[in-house]
């Protein structure tokens, strides 16, 4: 009953950009097991604007893609990145994907992902949080 309440107060626009990032999500966490990273990498840009964004819709998309990664559960960060990337690009805005890797504890191998738009993190961590990973070439990915 809460979340219907939650559901209810909020601005129908929103809803509506909550309803696309759930949508969106879910349908990148599913089509990361069959379809090419790189075919999905260009899906997510295919859309992508020039504008410079208000700091107003990077944060609300971030709003939206961590509200829609918690109800479905499970969600990692690339389906999330690939997500912010298609939702900013279907408001205008300019955003690049990133990929880093770093070392974890007892030397393991550890890759995040992560959405920017001019300079401002949108989805995936903080500057400071980010700092340690090494960033990949997503040219050369093909998983």
Same mark, same amino acid.
């Given at each position: 009953? !809460? /979340?219907? $309440?939650?559901?209810? !107060?909020? /601005?129908?626009?929103e809803r509506w950009l909550l309803l696309r990032a759930l949508v969106l999500v879910a349908g990148f966490r599913a089509a990361l097991l069959l379809v090419p990273f790189q075919r999905? $990498?260009?899906? !997510?840009?295919h859309r992508a604007g020039t504008l410079s964004p208000q700091?107003?819709?990077?944060?609300? &998309?971030?709003? /939206?893609?961590?509200? /829609?990664?918690?109800?479905? $559960?499970?969600? &990692?960060c690339l389906p999330q990145a690939l997500a912010a990337q298609a939702l900013l690009g279907w408001q205008g805005c300019a955003s690049s994907l990133h990929i880093g890797v770093a070392r974890g504890l007892?030397?393991?191998?550890?890759a995040h992902a992560w959405v920017e738009s001019h300079g401002t993190v949108v989805v995936g961590g903080t500057p400071e949080s980010l700092a340690r990973?090494?960033?990949?070439?997503?040219?050369r990915i093909s998983a």
């Open positions: 009953m !809460a /979340a219907l $309440r939650k559901w209810r !107060a909020l /601005a129908p626009a999905l $990498r260009r899906l !997510a840009e700091a107003n819709a990077l944060a609300r &998309t971030g709003w /939206a893609i961590a509200v /829609a990664a918690d109800l479905g $559960r499970g969600s &990692t007892g030397g393991r191998i550890e990973y090494s960033r990949l070439p997503l040219e």
